[in-house]
């Protein structure tokens, strides 16, 4: 698990900052979440925000979560299927970080009813498990005039599971996608396109001045190119960081909620430890329908709950 606390989660990161892809952004903002400890600032709404939530009426996604990272290895949940849709969320739901945050009461939709269809699953060496969700509702977050908002899901994991050293904790967990207009992604997947390339341009003037520290035999000079590798790897790393890149989707990468409204299929995943927002893992919306589309693959009983 990674801990940031001196950055906005990267699920707030596309409504806080003008910049898409902002690396950084100052420490303050990180009380967004914490309930009165800052005063608000003033952000206004998209104004077709409740029109665009009110569209969604039993909208399907089938999500996959890996948790966990390439140290820890991944605890990978698979058919999470979740149905969102414009009523209001039952009142024992938990808390969302646009509409119950101090800074974004203001841009966010309101707790809306999520029914989980089905249960993820994963193996471990005693066979299938299933994760089970409570509480859950979900958020769409907007400021006007952003190229891009966020559709947040929120769940209370009522115990911790596990693989091997990939942990998924008890407690109050989000899931959040970014979601775009056209417009915006257009400009998003510009602004990612130049961060990538300053993370190339970076990575290679690293290497060029490693390789001018082994060339020359002059001790200032060797110190110089060394100290030049470093500020330059510092700064690619840096980006590199940055995890709100993988969310800016491609071209095949993106579920369309509306004609105009476009959801990305890369999430994250995240919880709270005290005040600090903790990065757990990726989410991948694998398939998006609705109950009003004749390819709809999903049923439920009638508890609404699979298996």
């Not at 665009?52 to 390439?70: A, P, Y």
Request: glycine residues 6%; hydrophobic residues 35%.
């Amino acid at each position: 698990m990674m801990n940031f606390n001196i950055k906005v989660p990267s699920f707030l990161l596309l409504a806080l900052s003008s910049p898409v892809c902002r690396p950084r952004v100052d420490a303050l903002l990180m009380k967004n979440f914490n309930f009165g400890r800052l005063p608000p600032t003033t952000k206004e709404i998209r104004p077709d925000l409740y029109d665009l939530v009110d569209q969604q009426e039993d909208t399907k996604l089938n999500i996959q979560l890996h948790v966990g990272d390439e140290e820890t290895g991944f605890l990978s949940i698979h058919d999470m299927i979740v149905e969102i849709n414009c009523n209001q969320a039952a009142d024992d739901h938990i808390s969302l970080p646009g509409s119950d945050g101090l800074y974004h009461s203001e841009c966010a939709s309101g707790h809306r009813r999520m029914d989980v269809l089905s249960k993820g699953q994963f193996v471990d060496m005693n066979g299938s498990q299933y994760i089970d969700c409570t509480a859950g509702c979900w958020e769409m977050c907007w400021i006007r005039n952003r190229p891009a908002g966020n559709v947040v899901l929120g769940f209370h994991l009522p115990k911790t599971y596990s693989r091997n050293k990939a942990v998924l904790p008890e407690g109050d967990m989000w899931i959040s996608f970014p979601v775009w207009t056209h417009e915006g992604l257009i400009y998003g997947q510009m602004e990612k396109k130049r961060v990538l390339g300053e993370i190339e341009f970076n990575d290679i003037r690293c290497d060029e001045e490693l390789d001018k520290h082994d060339m020359t035999h002059n001790p200032i000079m060797k110190a110089i190119h060394l100290n030049n590798a470093y500020s330059f790897e510092a700064k690619r790393d840096e980006m590199l960081n940055d995890y709100s890149l993988d969310t800016i989707p491609d071209i095949d990468q993106f579920s369309k909620l509306q004609e105009n409204t476009l959801l990305s299929k890369n999430g994250l995943i995240w919880n709270k430890d005290g005040n600090d927002d903790v990065l757990l893992g990726r989410a991948v919306i694998t398939t998006t329908t609705s109950s009003s589309s004749s390819s709809s693959s999903y049923t439920s009983s009638g508890g609404r709950l699979m298996p």
